[in-house]
């Protein structure tokens, strides 16, 4: 029974040397490409989980990854943009059955205090970004306004996590592997409250 349990405890250490050979591929740019434009409209893994292995399996490509996770990742929020401003009356009732229905009234709530500074601060928010994109196509926001600051809130974020991984190169690899495993759970526990807060929103 206990080594059953430490299996399922260390779950998240064969996802990570699984993402470490990812991110070594050939074609691995192109990925991290595809995954931050389908994670700013519909996708729900963020490109983080790809960016950081990628950047420390090549730190010395760790700014053109996050440059390539940046540009794809406003390109797909201009996607979600459109589908805000396009199809909201076809995604709404899907949506307020969803679990990212709280989390879209605090975005609309946020867009009505802050303006376009709402998007800046999604990009460090535990809130996810595609919410962000398809509330302020919602509600018509500036498309220029909204691209900077999504360029800005984005790409802050992205070469944030680039530049510690390629400073901590092989050191913050190993470190990563021991506690890959209790990152992984305190990340799925703070994912867990953050579901909490916004749901007795």
Known sequence: MTDRVEV???IFSPLYRRAMLWARHPRAPWYLGGMSF???SFFPVPPDVMLAPM????PR???YFALITSIASVLGGLFGYAIGYFALDLLLPW?????????YQTAVAWFERWGVWAVFIAGFSPIPYKVFTI???ALSMALLPFTLASF???GLRFFLVAGLMAWGGERMEAVLHSYV????????????LAGLWYGMG
């Open 181 to 192: 495993d209790r990152l992984g759970w305190a990340t799925v526990a703070l994912l867990a």
């Open 135 to 137: 509330a302020a196509g």
């Open 61 to 63: 490509k760790a700014w």
């Open 152 to 154: 800005v809130g984005r």
């Open 95 to 103: 949506l307020q059955q969803s679990s990212y229905w709280p989390a």
């Open 55 to 58: 950047c420390l399996a090549s």
């Open 8 to 10: 399922f405890l260390k």
């Open 38 to 40: 389908v994670e700013s």
